[in-house]
């Protein structure tokens, strides 16, 4: 990576596992609220069934069998799931469900996250290119002091990762071709699917990402263009 | 404006005149990158001229008669009727006149701007909501340390201002009803078109945007939510 400047104009991110732990942080959240109801079990069960249902609700719209609607909204259904789940379906009203949701704009950067992220914003264009909506990326970055130049990703595409069209929307929106832009993503098929659409790939491992049994995205999975162990080694 | 904290969630800018001095910015590049080339002119009727034609070229598009483009390439074609009007249309080739477009990206804040937005960035969200896209809006925001939070306007709505669809999808994009957001801006008509649509209003005269003998602007012509002198009011 001499002089990578050089090679490309912006990077953009994955940021649910890459650039934050999602994981540890929706379960404090949640704890947070829930406690106050009385509310014992195990949170980062809940965190992980959560998260879990976060697939197949977005495979609905990748598939087209429904139209784009922003992640907040399938992560407040996501979350009437969970709280069935756990037999607490009758706990929160509405605006307390709403209100829990938000968890997911209160997630802990990794701690290389702030640091590598403002020496790069020298030499280059850093933005998320997540499935999290423009409201969710706003919000999350001023709780993790993320300093993007912009917000880019699924509600500038109006669909989600991994589709083609999601990379090509950021590039687009950035007037760079493809090739002059990096995704950078802890997990190999989003690189796969950045490299098939021409962008540059960069692999970080987030190895705890979901917990000490990890056993996916240990390792990168094919020649990525810069293979990387902290966010500063991107500048 | 005591506690103006609690009677709103975000602030949205006009950019051009508002946020930055673009007469003479676009004059001073057009000079610097001209120059060179052994031209010598009236700089800010340059700059004049090319700003001129922005109105008649979004109205196409406005109207329906012309599909969505970005305003870079708007600029770019109004580049090339100013050309003609001051004898240089064989001047330049396309890759000199895209650079030369880029003045765009290049424009000066008012001195009160970066101050003012930092502090306000503690208390609201901030945020463009301007007819330049997002690629211009990014570099211009790298160029002039302009601290948003994230990048709205006509890009988002793939329309221009004054058209209420452009206010409403910033608003939808950080999911936030308008009567939260206020539109700041130095021009009366994109305030009555905020209004109209049901955001809060903020107006600041920048009577030297248009130069010495400004007479548009000068004054606030509605009883706007907030009148301000410097954007540092707002925090």
Known sequence: MSNPSAKFKACIFDVF??????????????QHHLADKGVDLDWIAFADFWRGEYVPAMAKIRSGSRGYVALDQLHYENLESTLEEFGLQDLLNEQEKWHLNSAWEQLDPWPDVVAGLTALKQHAIIAPCSNGSIALMTRLAKYGGLPWDCILGADIAQNYKPEPEVYLACCRALRLPVDQVVMVAAHNNDLDAARETGLQTAFIARPTEHGAGQTIDLEPSSDWDYVITDFSQLA
């Open 17 to 30: 596992g890459t650039v934050v732990d999602w994981r540890n942080s929706v379960a404090r959240v949640s």
